[in-house]
C-alpha cells in the first residue's frame, strides 16, 4: 500500500502549491537537525555562526527554488 500524497489526492481541487524554504517536510530522520540544540551543535560543530544560517541555507533555498521552477515553469 503506497502512500497518497494529499497534493494528489485532492488535486482537483487545488490551484497551485506555495512552499518556503524554512518550511520543508523531511521524512526520515536528521537527529542532530531535529530539535533548535541539536541544530545549534551542529553549526558550533561545523565552526558556523548560528547568525550566518540565511547564507549557510542560500545553496538549499536555490536548489529548492529551481527544482521548483522545472517543475512548474514559472517562480
Same mark, same amino acid.
Given at each position: 500500500? #503506497?502512500? =497518497?500524497?494529499l497534493t494528489e489526492r485532492y488535486q482537483s481541487q487545488m490551484a497551485g502549491v506555495l512552499s518556503c524554504y524554512d518550511r520543508i517536510i523531511i521524512q526520515g530522520t536528521v537527529p542532530k537537525w531535529c530539535y533548535a540544540k541539536g541544530m545549534t551543535d +551542529?553549526? +558550533? =560543530?561545523?565552526? @558556523?555562526? %548560528?547568525? *550566518?544560517y540565511p547564507r549557510w541555507a542560500e545553496p538549499l $533555498? *536555490?536548489? @529548492? $527554488? =529551481?527544482?521548483? $521552477?522545472?517543475? @512548474? #515553469?514559472? %517562480?
Open positions: 500500500m #503506497g502512500v =497518497e500524497l +551542529y553549526f +558550533y =560543530e561545523h565552526q @558556523i555562526r %548560528i547568525f *550566518d $533555498r *536555490d536548489a @529548492i $527554488r =529551481e527544482c521548483r $521552477r522545472r517543475t @512548474i #515553469g514559472r %517562480i
